[in-house]
């Protein structure tokens, strides 16, 4: 057997759930390329529209819904539309989250509307995108893949306002542990990848500022801080069945910068 092919995706069906984001779209081309039919559920039509070009321009089939995922019924309709088009879901990604930039505040200060908006962004998109999805995958009975981003504020404090955000992912790497656990049964495996900053737009006014990022990649042993294309050997890895006996787990993705704490 050629290692390789355990790779590809081909007759699988991928939901990336945020696929009109930054991550989401480069996880979605690299799904597409690797031989998936594409869902891209986002927010705003516009960004679903782009990103679904780009997944189309790199020679794979997509589906673009514009949809809010924290919604029951909205991400019910996401995967019934995956079903009508594709006639089966396999893997769904978890995109949807970030905004802790947006809302930095002192721990002992951290407001209640922000921090449930942060909750609601990162935390219940996650929960109701897999629900849907893993309820399709239980009648199917073909098993599947859950992939959830986390990040490395899921294990490290940042003196910057995170408190909501570190909350966040914490839970989305506990819940990735325990959906693990209770969906293996039905051969559904659950890991997460958990990056350190990645150069998109919903991290810039950070990275943006010199002191900031001197900081940061002074703490990386690598150097740099991560790109959209450093997450994708991951995905592909755990979205495949080169991880079949892979599940529970959490891989950083952050240059060496959890190796030193
Ligand atoms: N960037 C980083 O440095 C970094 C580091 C570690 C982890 N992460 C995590 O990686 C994930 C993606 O981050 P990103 O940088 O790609 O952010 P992003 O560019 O803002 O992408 C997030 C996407 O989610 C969509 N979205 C937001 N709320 C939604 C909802 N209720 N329903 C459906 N779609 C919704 C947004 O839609 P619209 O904008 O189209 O409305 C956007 O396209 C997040 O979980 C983030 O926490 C990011």
Same mark, same amino acid.
Not at 40 to 65: F, K, M, N
């Given at each position: 057997m050629d290692p390789l092919s355990t790779f590809r995706l081909d007759g699988r069906t991928a939901l990336v759930s945020g696929g009109g %984001? !930054? &991550? %989401? +779209?480069a996880i979605a081309v690299a799904l597409g390329g690797a031989g998936a039919g &594409? *869902? #891209?559920a986002s927010r705003t039509p516009d960004h679903a529209r782009a990103a679904a070009e780009r997944v189309t321009a790199a020679g794979a089939e997509c589906l673009a819904i514009a949809a809010d995922v924290t919604a029951e019924a909205e991400a019910e309709r996401v995967v019934s539309a995956a079903i009508e088009r594709f006639g089966r879901l396999d893997i769904v990604v978890n995109a949807v989250g970030g905004g802790a %930039? $947006? *809302?930095l505040f002192a721990a002992q200060e951290y407001p209640r509307d922000a921090w449930d908006w942060i909750m609601e962004l990162n935390l219940r998109s996650t929960l109701v995108a897999t629900q849907a999805a893993v309820r399709e995958m239980i009648r199917a009975g073909h098993g599947g893949r859950v992939l959830n981003i986390s990040s490395v504020r899921a294990q490290l404090g940042i003196a910057a306002g995170y408190s909501a955000y570190v909350a !966040? $992912? %914490? !839970? *989305? +790497? +506990? #819940? =990735?542990r325990q959906w693990a656990t209770e969906w293996a049964p039905h051969g559904i495996t659950v890991n997460a990848i958990a990056p350190t900053f990645v150069d998109t737009p919903q991290v810039a006014m950070l990275l943006d500022d010199p002191a900031f990022r001197a900081g940061l990649v002074g703490r990386i042993p690598l150097g740099r801080v991560?790109? =959209?294309d450093d997450l994708v050997g991951a995905v592909l890895f755990f979205t495949s069945a080169a991880s079949s006996f892979v599940t529970g787990q959490i891989l950083t993705i952050d240059g060496g910068l959890t190796a030193t704490q």
């Amino acid at each position: 057997m050629d290692p390789l092919s355990t790779f590809r995706l081909d007759g699988r069906t991928a939901l990336v759930s945020g696929g009109g %984001g !930054a &991550i %989401g +779209s480069a996880i979605a081309v690299a799904l597409g390329g690797a031989g998936a039919g &594409i *869902v #891209l559920a986002s927010r705003t039509p516009d960004h679903a529209r782009a990103a679904a070009e780009r997944v189309t321009a790199a020679g794979a089939e997509c589906l673009a819904i514009a949809a809010d995922v924290t919604a029951e019924a909205e991400a019910e309709r996401v995967v019934s539309a995956a079903i009508e088009r594709f006639g089966r879901l396999d893997i769904v990604v978890n995109a949807v989250g970030g905004g802790a %930039g $947006k *809302v930095l505040f002192a721990a002992q200060e951290y407001p209640r509307d922000a921090w449930d908006w942060i909750m609601e962004l990162n935390l219940r998109s996650t929960l109701v995108a897999t629900q849907a999805a893993v309820r399709e995958m239980i009648r199917a009975g073909h098993g599947g893949r859950v992939l959830n981003i986390s990040s490395v504020r899921a294990q490290l404090g940042i003196a910057a306002g995170y408190s909501a955000y570190v909350a !966040a $992912k %914490g !839970a *989305v +790497s +506990s #819940l =990735t542990r325990q959906w693990a656990t209770e969906w293996a049964p039905h051969g559904i495996t659950v890991n997460a990848i958990a990056p350190t900053f990645v150069d998109t737009p919903q991290v810039a006014m950070l990275l943006d500022d010199p002191a900031f990022r001197a900081g940061l990649v002074g703490r990386i042993p690598l150097g740099r801080v991560g790109e =959209t294309d450093d997450l994708v050997g991951a995905v592909l890895f755990f979205t495949s069945a080169a991880s079949s006996f892979v599940t529970g787990q959490i891989l950083t993705i952050d240059g060496g910068l959890t190796a030193t704490q």
